[in-house]
Every structure is written in C-alpha cells, then in structure tokens.
C-alpha cells in the first residue's frame, strides 16, 4: 500500500510490503506499478523513494492515494529463469480501461491510449501493464482512438493489481524497447535518405 507526499514538484513515495522490503537496501532498483524507482529508506515493513518531476509526468503514480495497492518488483536477478519480456521499468507513458469483459477461467480488459503510444502495440507482441509482462491479444490497428487488449488468467488477476482495475483507471504503460528500437532506426534512416545530414 502506497503513500505520496508532494514536495513543490516532485514526490516521496512510502510503500508498505513486508516481502519485498525485508532484504532491500537503500540504493537498489524497486519496480513501483512498472515504474524503476531508487530506495532511499527502508524499514524491513516499507520503502520510500524520492520521485523526480519526469518520473511524474511520464507516469501515473502522481495519482495515488493512501491505501491504494501496488505492484512491487524487486530487481531481476541475472542468474535465474528468464519469463515474460524484457522490462525496463522505464515507462512510457499511460492508458486507460475502457472495457473489461469477464469470461469464466480468464478478463479481458481492454486499454485506450495515445496514437504515439498505440504505434508501439503489436498483436501478438509483448506490453508491460503497471510493470506486468503481458501478451497482446488484440489491437484496433491504427484509427483515432486506438486500443489494445490484454486477456488476465486467474493467477495475475489475483497476484496483481490488474485483478482490482475498474473501467475509467489509468494504468502505466510500458512498450517493448524493440519496437522503440525500430522506430528509432526508421527514424535515422529516413534522415539519412533524405541528404540533409551533414
Ligand atoms: C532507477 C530509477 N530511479 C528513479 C527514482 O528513484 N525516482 C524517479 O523519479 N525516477 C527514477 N527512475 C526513472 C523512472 O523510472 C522514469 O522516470 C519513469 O519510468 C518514466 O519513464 C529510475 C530509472
């Protein structure tokens, strides 16, 4: 359960949870709902994090309010297996459910976002909602009021936040750093092709 105290533009975050606390120490990486934050102070029951004005724009962790629930994660370790996707905690920007529909082993829920978020999105391809690794398993394509969807089996609607989102929430989302790989080298070679660089 999180906590923030806003300090002129930027935050201090205290969150409660005992097991990913006990062991932290000041200076490593927690995922705070996707988002890579710093520990500054701990106790073996909290953590707080000093959050930058970026980190508040970029994200929604600006509109948390005591009591709320988060995903915590703590660094992924190199020496273990390696699921889902990879997630850097850099978060891109945010979405919105727009629609959740409840089938009986599983949720669809899905996620309307920014054209120059959605651009990122593939069928098929891999999204980090709040800090999850999940499949997408449709997109609209590229229209005004672009979504995607996620389908949520029962073990991450009750092992993350995602299982409690109500339609109207705002989530952190962060896109595969393949995809922004690619658009950036799409980018250059555009430039390129075009003579105007020196
Ligand atoms: C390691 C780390 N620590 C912090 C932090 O302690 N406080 C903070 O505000 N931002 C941190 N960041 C950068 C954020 O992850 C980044 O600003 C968001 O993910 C938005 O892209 C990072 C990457």
Request: with cysteine; charged share 20%; hydrophobic share 45%.
């Given at each position: 359960?999180?906590?923030?105290?806003?300090?002129?533009?930027?935050?201090?975050?205290?969150?409660?949870?005992?097991?990913?606390?006990?062991?932290?120490?000041?200076?490593?990486?927690?995922?705070?709902?996707?988002?890579?934050?710093?520990?500054?102070?701990?106790?073996?029951?909290?953590?707080?994090?000093?959050?930058?004005?970026?980190?508040?724009?970029?994200?929604?962790?600006?509109?948390?309010?005591?009591?709320?629930?988060?995903?915590?994660?703590?660094?992924?370790?190199?020496?273990?297996?390696?699921?889902?996707?990879?997630?850097?905690?850099?978060?891109?920007?945010?979405?919105?459910?727009?629609?959740?529909?409840?089938?009986?082993?599983?949720?669809?829920?899905?996620?309307?976002?920014?054209?120059?978020?959605?651009?990122?999105?593939?069928?098929?391809?891999?999204?980090?909602?709040?800090?999850?690794?999940?499949?997408?398993?449709?997109?609209?394509?590229?229209?005004?009021?672009?979504?995607?969807?996620?389908?949520?089996?029962?073990?991450?609607?009750?092992?993350?936040?995602?299982?409690?989102?109500?339609?109207?929430?705002?989530?952190?989302?962060?896109?595969?750093?393949?995809?922004?790989y690619a658009q950036n080298l799409a980018d250059?070679?555009?430039?390129?092709?075009?003579?105007?660089?020196?």
């Open positions: 359960m999180a906590r923030l105290e806003a300090r002129g533009d930027s935050a201090v975050l205290t969150v409660a949870g005992p097991h990913t606390a006990v062991g932290v120490r000041a200076g490593d990486s927690v995922c705070v709902n996707g988002v890579c934050l710093t520990v500054t102070g701990h106790t073996d029951e909290q953590m707080s994090f000093d959050i930058m004005a970026e980190t508040l724009e970029w994200t929604c962790l600006g509109q948390l309010v005591a009591g709320d629930e988060v995903n915590l994660e703590p660094a992924m370790r190199a020496d273990g297996r390696f699921g889902g996707h990879v997630v850097q905690g850099h978060v891109d920007g945010t979405a919105q459910l727009v629609r959740r529909a409840d089938a009986e082993h599983w949720r669809v829920l899905r996620f309307g976002l920014a054209p120059e978020l959605a651009q990122y999105v593939a069928m098929k391809g891999a999204v980090a909602v709040h800090g999850v690794s999940l499949t997408v398993s449709a997109v609209s394509g590229p229209v005004a009021e672009p979504w995607f969807e996620v389908s949520l089996i029962p073990t991450t609607l009750a092992n993350t936040v995602l299982g409690s989102l109500a339609t109207g929430d705002v989530v952190n989302i962060e896109t595969d750093v393949l995809a922004r250059f070679a555009q430039y390129r092709t075009r003579g105007d660089h020196r």
